[in-house]
């Protein structure tokens, strides 16, 4: 049901069929995101993403949403370290109109000076919510740090003086630079057509350059280090996190299943010590951040400041754990299946089936097979998970940034070890 082809300009169309969908999600994603950019103009590709919804040749910022609402349709965008994706979901007798308008908007925008100005104040805004929301904050300052000196350190928001900084000329030069047919994929899922949907595509993107528009970074290095923020804030927001696995590392599914032990539900380990048992945090949990090149496992947690050493030391001990005890295999059969579980959710959403088929393409060059990703998750074993841990649970990778009244936390870096 899933359906590859590359128009003569490089641009990979890859479609999924559902044929008893209604619906029908498509997008247009370009692997460039924040990582290509240059640090003067950090956060350039999230800037275009606002500005390509702000008016064309043919229709206002207003057509643009009375046309997706006239059909109850959505239509957005999002920017991420390494690519950029503007999306439609529609009913599926409304495709040919969803990709008009997505193209409409990806090739014709005007980028209207007056509009530019406007739009940066919202970015300006956003960057000042985010600061002023620190569990939004604490994320952005540790990949600061744990990438420091990296493209991938680099805020996807940018920050304000480069936001301020970019000019229009620049923001179109980016923008003509980066958006080449090479590094586009045009994803779709639902109730469609290959061929039909190819057909649209070929006329309305024909204009898009060939070719590939970025720069490949260097592949990051991991060194250890602690930063803390002081802040008047109630809580001490904590970030702790080390080395993690790329997209396509071979023994990702055993990342996986550690971390949903570890701190991806409920259930998890984190959340019964440090919340059910300890009532030290309202909000604690860990996730795995994963690149075309590098990766990192990242706990989080916020307390308050007399607790966070506390808070500290569960974390510590709750990753020391993987290197040292085999995970039951109970514990691992539940993770096991509660990430099997949620994949086949996923999969009865068409948006989410798009966005799996644009990133497959994306890190690994073709679609993975539903039963390829569940016999890697049924592969793990306790023994992979230990040696996994050994490998990646290093201290001289670990990061740890804290954020608050740090000042009163009862702790010291050198205990900072797992």
């Known amino acids: 049901m899933i359906k590859k082809s590359v128009l003569d300009n490089g641009i990979r169309v890859i479609s999924e069929r559902i044929p008893y969908a209604s619906s029908v999600s498509i997008g247009i994603w370009v692997a460039n995101g924040s990582r290509h950019e240059q640090r003067e103009s950090n956060g350039v590709a999230h800037f275009i993403e606002h500005l390509l919804f702000k008016g064309t040749d043919r229709r206002s910022s207003l057509d643009i949403a009375r046309e997706i609402d006239s059909v109850g349709g959505v ?40 509009e530019i ?65 090479e590094d586009i994929i045009v994803s779709a899922a639902g109730n469609l057509e290959h061929d ?48 993690g696995v790329q997209q396509d590392h071979p023994h990702r599914y055993d990342a996986f299943i550690m971390n949903a032990i570890l701190g991806g539900s409920m259930s998890s380990r984190l959340f019964q010590e440090v919340r059910e048992k300890s009532g030290l945090a309202y909000s ?37 754990r993987f290197k040292t005890e085999p995970v039951p295999e109970a514990q691992l059969d539940g993770a096991r299946e509660q990430l099997k579980g949620n994949l086949l959710l996923s999969l009865e959403s ?9 990133k497959n393409e994306i890190y690994f060059g073709n679609p993975l ?43 010291h870096p050198a205990d900072i070890i797992v």
Not at 159 to 169: E, T
Not at 350 to 358: F, P
């Open 284 to 320: 604690v949990y860990s996730y795995i951040a994963s690149h075309a090149d590098a990766g990192s496992l990242v706990v989080y947690a916020g307390a308050a400041p007399e607790n966070s050493g506390n808070l500290l030391e569960i974390m510590l001990k709750e990753l020391s």
């Open 350 to 358: 068409s948006d989410n089936r798009m966005s799996r088929l644009a």
């Open 117 to 181: 100005e406007k739009e940066r104040r919202v970015v300006l805004q956003e960057i000042s919510m985010m600061e002023d929301t620190p569990d939004d904050l604490i994320h952005d300052l540790f990949h600061q740090h744990f990438w420091q000196g990296h493209p991938l350190g680099m805020s996807i928001l940018g920050d304000v003086a480069s936001v301020s900084g970019l000019s229009r000329d620049a923001i179109i030069g980016y923008k003509d630079q980066m958006y080449r047919g």
């Open 369 to 411: 097979p539903l039963s390829e990703i569940m016999a890697g998750f049924d592969q793990v074993s306790s023994e992979s998970i230990q040696k996994l841990a050994n490998e990646i649970l290093d201290n001289s990778t670990l990061t740890l940034v804290m954020l608050g009244r740090v000042g009163a936390s009862q702790f």
């Open 196 to 243: 039909d949907l190819v057909r649209l595509l070929e006329d309305h993107l024909k204009s898009v350059p060939d070719g590939h528009g970025r720069t490949p970074s260097e592949r990051p290095s991991y060194v250890r280090r602690i930063e803390l923020v002081e802040k008047d804030l109630e809580q001490v927001h904590v970030c702790l996190g080390m080395r």
């Open 75 to 114: 239509l957005n965008a999002f920017t991420s370290r390494e690519y950029v994706c503007y999306y439609a979901k529609v009913l599926d007798k409304f495709l040919p109109r969803a990709v008009d308008l997505l193209t409409d908007l990806f090739l014709h925008s005007t980028f209207d000076p007056d």
